[in-house]
Nanobody
């Protein structure tokens, strides 16, 4: 399994931006698709975005389309989630996760991912 560590969370005002990073180690990073999930208090974990192992395929939840982008830099063993125009409802613990290839990110289901980071808090509040 890939060991994953998230960074970049914190407190931001509505309308602001944050970049989350997910660094992998222990396995070949480019053998894995990377997904981002979030879980708000009292709610189920939901898929936010996914990027395939090749980087050619991406997917986003409807709630974040047009505001979030996902990318990866395999030379740095790192994936990124750029979050713009943040809303209070984006407040959650965000997790990155890895799914072994082949994974084309047509759906973002927790069951497809077998390695998880510890999670990082993102709070959108004035």
């Amino acid at each position: 399994q890939l060991h994953l560590v998230e960074s970049g969370g914190g407190l931001v005002q509505p309308g602001g931006s944050l970049r989350l990073s997910c660094e992998g180690s222990g396995r070949a990073f480019n053998d894995y698709a990377i997904g981002w999930f979030r879980q708000a208090p009292g709610k189920e974990r939901e898929g936010v975005s996914c990027i395939s192992d090749s980087g050619e395929n991406t997917n986003f939840a409807d709630s974040v389309k047009g505001r979030f982008t996902i990318s990866r830099d395999d030379a740095k063993n790192t994936a990124y989630l750029d979050m713009n125009s943040l809303k209070p409802e984006d407040t959650a613990v965000y997790y990155c996760a890895a799914a072994p290839r082949p994974m084309f990110c047509t759906m973002i289901y927790t069951a497809f991912f077998n390695s998880w980071g510890q999670g990082i808090q993102v709070t959108v509040s004035s």
